[in-house]
């Protein structure tokens, strides 16, 4: 056993050696070819499996035409007399030039597993870079010649396959050796990427690449009707310039990706203009955007005018286009698209700097811009391989730049709506400080409002009591009694209950005012106004000194009985007062009329007055000091007079 693992590692030490070995000699092999006869043949491309697909650069042979009046026979013969040269470089970028390019290819098929029954296959040669003026293919065979024109100075109707690139199908039978020649002129750069694959590999490559710029479609168009439907629905114009953004940038790397030829097929003088006029109205674009997002005219004033005029340069350059070169075109787009990008990116940091949170996805995303058109400007010199790149480089640049303006172009939205909600807040605490405000002045002016009525209310019971009593005496006046009679009578008709009056006159007042003097009359006239108040004890009722030496007692809810024997009491107790001031002295008496009644009709008050003053009257003529009434008045049942000790008269 351990011999027969020992021979086995022998065995498999010198397969790896010899493998080994053979990885090193055969580009010496190569090399000591390449100085023979046969370097002017330059390598074979040898096509060996299905899934071959190569994208070839290093090797080919290639010749300039400086004079430009070279055809396949003139380029056959420079050939064989070993005038084309190997390119170096990775990949087979040119740079600008106005000369013409002749490319061969020496392609040899070796596929063991055919793809048709005459066993002939099918590749297809694919020049990637849309933007060529004119792409010549020749396929040499023994049987002839084999060739195809294309170019964006030819319509796209005419093209072999309605691609975006530019595709020469090629047949050859097993084993066949066959010569390839391109031939190619431009006016913008000379970037020839050549894919050389067998039609499985050239279908699944088509698909990878239609998926791809599919999601980039996907992405744009999809941003595009989504803030289409805000503009609409909201009417703010930063949506309606996010939405111009998008269509420029859409059409401007369609047009690099050479979808746009699509849309108009035959109109090959603006093809060759159409990339760089979208570069300009896309800088107008994102300019307009730019100013309104960051809010450049309220923040940065001074930056708001440079982009005027950075934006009024950019429009210039639209109508220059038809007179200045391709070469020229592509120099200005470049410079202009660079320069604009560094101000706004500039602009952008400000913005953040000054605390607006939503310009850092601005400028994320014109730093973006920023790296394609560098990366597009120095491939496009040859300082940096890959030029075959920079389409899709400012395809997914432009996508990324879309994006982090829609996620800028959201934070702006949550931003304002986060600073209407503070607004809101604030307004409502406002509008809750005012109220408090309010509340607490309406309180205080409630306050005030109800002491002031207070005050005046007892400045009005004031006024009233002046108006309605007598200054004299002290007691109501006789228009307070003509007001509280009449009030008075109404209510005792609806209630149905009794009411009384007497009238009262001072027995020989004027003699009395003659022989002492008036001033003794108006105090014998003020004690007898305060002997009367003091003998009318319930709230009811109420004396009134009705003028001169006469006066009034209403006695509300009272009975004929119950009247007389008020009079009477007041009468004894006036009789039994002398009254004195100084050297005077005086007894006085009065007479009083008595009337009462349970109304039977609401206003006949001024009956029952007179009534009073007819029994008034007959008391003098009895010879005063005494109380007279009807002595034929009947008392009715629902008159009630409580007397002194508290029981019903």
């Not at 390839?180 to 894919?195: E, G, K, T």
């Not at 990366?375 to 920079?390: C, D, G, R, V």
């Not at 172009?409 to 307004?427: G, P």
């Not at 007692?553 to 008020?566: D, E, F």
Request: charged share 20%; proline share 3%; net charge neutral.
């Amino acid at each position: 056993m351990p011999q027969q693992r020992l021979c086995k590692f022998s065995c498999m030490r010198l397969i790896w050696m010899s493998l080994a070995c053979l990885m090193i000699c055969t580009p010496l092999w190569a090399t000591a070819e390449s100085t023979g006869p046969a370097a002017t043949t330059g390598p074979v491309i040898t096509i060996d499996n299905d899934r071959f697909s190569q994208r070839v650069a290093h090797g080919l042979m290639f010749y300039k035409d400086a004079a430009g009046d070279m055809d396949l026979a003139s380029a056959m013969s420079a050939s064989e007399q070993g005038r084309f040269h190997p390119f170096e470089g990775p990949n087979l970028q040119l740079g600008y030039s106005d000369d013409i390019y002749w490319i061969r290819l020496n392609l040899s098929n070796e596929l063991l597993i055919h793809t048709a029954q005459n066993k002939e296959d099918r590749f297809y040669i694919s020049v990637d870079y849309p933007l060529l003026d004119n792409v010549e293919f020749f396929h040499v065979r023994e049987d002839g010649i084999h060739s195809m024109v294309s170019g964006d100075l030819y319509q796209f109707n005419q093209r072999y396959f309605r691609l975006n690139n530019y595709v020469f199908p090629i047949a050859l039978q097993s084993g066949e050796h066959s010569q390839l020649y391109i031939r190619v002129f431009s006016q913008s750069s000379l970037s020839i990427p050549i894919h050389i694959e067998t039609e499985r590999a050239f279908i699944d490559r088509q698909f990878k690449m239609d998926s791809l710029n599919g999601i980039y479609l996907g992405i744009t168009v999809g941003l595009c009707i989504y803030n289409l439907f805000l503009w609409i629905g909201v009417r703010k114009s930063i949506y309606g310039l996010y939405v111009l953004v998008i269509v420029n940038l859409l059409l401007f790397n369609t047009s690099i990706l050479g979808f746009s030829f699509r849309l108009w097929p035959a109109a090959i003088a603006f093809q060759q203009i159409a990339i760089y006029l979208f570069s300009f109205t896309s800088g107008v674009a994102i300019l307009l955007f730019g100013m309104a997002f960051l809010k450049t005219k309220t923040h940065q004033p001074i930056a708001h005018r440079l982009l005027q005029l950075s934006l009024l340069a950019c429009a210039l350059c639209i109508p220059a286009l038809s007179i200045i070169s391709i070469q020229s075109a592509a120099t200005l787009t470049a410079v202009t698209t660079l320069s604009l990008s560094v101000i706004l990116i500039v602009v952008a940091l400000r913005s953040i700097k000054q605390g607006y949170p939503s310009a850092k996805y601005y400028a994320i995303g014109q730093g973006a811009v920023i790296i394609s058109v560098m990366f597009t400007a120095l491939t496009s010199q040859k300082i940096i391989p890959f030029y075959h790149l920079a389409p899709h480089v400012m395809k997914w640049c432009s996508a990324f730049e879309l994006i982090f303006f829609s996620f800028g172009l959201a934070d702006l939205v949550n931003q304002d709506r986060r600073l209407r909600e503070h607004a809101q807040k604030e307004s409502a605490r406002a509008q809750q400080e005012l109220l408090s405000t309010q509340i607490s002045l309406n309180k205080d002016l409630d306050e005030l409002v109800r002491e002031r009525t207070e005050e005046l209310e007892t400045l009005n019971r004031r006024l009233l009591d002046l108006n309605t009593t007598d200054d004299l005496t002290g007691l109501r006046n006789r228009r307070y009694f003509n007001e509280v009679f009449a009030r008075e009578y109404k209510r005792a008709y609806r209630e149905k209950t009794a009411i009384s009056v007497m009238m009262i006159d001072i027995d020989c007042f004027k003699q009395l005012n003659d022989t002492h003097g008036h001033q003794f009359g108006d105090i014998v006239l003020s004690r007898f106004g305060k002997t009367l108040q003091h003998s009318i004890n319930r709230p009811p009722d109420i004396a009134i000194r009705y003028g001169g030496e006469e006066f009034v007692v209403l006695l509300p809810c009272t009975g004929h009985k119950g009247a007389i024997n008020v009079a009477e009491g007041i009468r004894k107790l006036i009789s039994d007062k002398i009254i004195r001031q100084g050297d005077f002295e005086a007894s006085v008496t009065v007479s009083i009329g008595v009337a009462s009644t349970v109304p039977t009709r609401r206003d006949q008050q001024d009956q029952l007055l007179r009534e009073a003053d007819d029994m008034l009257y007959l008391a003098k003529e009895k010879g005063r000091n005494r109380v007279e009434w009807d002595r034929n008045y009947q008392e009715p049942s629902s008159g009630f007079r409580p007397n002194i000790n508290g029981q019903g008269v």
